[in-house]
């Protein structure tokens, strides 16, 4: 488990605040895996009682108070809903938080159509992304090149605009690196490599990334967007602006990988 003690301690804090006894926690995806590096928190729950809505609330609320604006995703199965893949999955790879469920709960286990699934919830949310996405992006070409001056006395539609652009440049990013590469091993049936730089030289040799350079790149502007506060209107301007000139790149890498996984389905079955 690669959570230190204090993030440890801060989530069941959370847990004991806004969950009690009513539900099972578990750490899963990246941050469950000792040899990966960074990645969100994300976290499944299981809640016991009533609908959970109330609860995942209270729940995401504890969460943000005691470890701040650290990157965390909540996936949340309520009482009498059917299992979703990403909830076999969890229960599968996941390190509980709380105590054991009973034997009973999460004895199925993930099937070849439950991988499919995901896959497929993957791709929807890419080309939702990507095309969201397209859109901001032109929506922003009467202001480009951004300057000081853009930023400075942006109005609020403007300020939507730029918000919309950061949140779904963020978000592509993010399902390329943590699910579409990673889909594309998997169908090729592929040893997930440890490191990201490995995942990254096995998408440049499928063609899927133009180069590695790119994606770092990519990465580099991603995370300057999630962490800088950009309080300086220049330096502001100068981030979203070399976003914007990567945006193209980015969405043309998600539709080769998108179409990598097509191709590759219909191979199957043929």
Known sequence: MRLDEAEQTAIRRAIDEALGGQAVVRLFGSRADDARAGGDIDLHVEIDDGDGTQAEQ???TALARVLGDRRIDVVVHRPGTPDRPIDRLARRQGIPLTPAPTPDKGAVPMTDADVQAL??????????????????????????PLRAGTIRHA????????????????RLQDLLGRALF?????ADMEAMPQAMADIVAAMEKRGILADATLWQAVRGVRN????????????TA???????????????TAERALDWLEARRAAVRS
């Open 58 to 60: 209270d729940f995401r």
């Open 119 to 144: 896959m497929d919830d993957h791709a929807t949310a890419a080309r939702l992304q990507a095309d969201s996405l397209a859109r901001v992006v032109e929506r922003l070409s009467p202001h480009r």
């Open 155 to 170: 109005d609020a539609a403007l300020a939507e605009q730029l918000d919309a652009f950061q949140l779904r440049f963020a």
């Open 182 to 186: 990673r889909d594309v091993l998997e």
């Open 224 to 235: 300057a967007l999630a962490h800088d506060y950009l309080t300086d209107a220049a330096h």
């Open 238 to 252: 100068d981030t979203l602006e070399r976003a914007l000139a990567l945006a193209p790149d980015l969405m043309a």
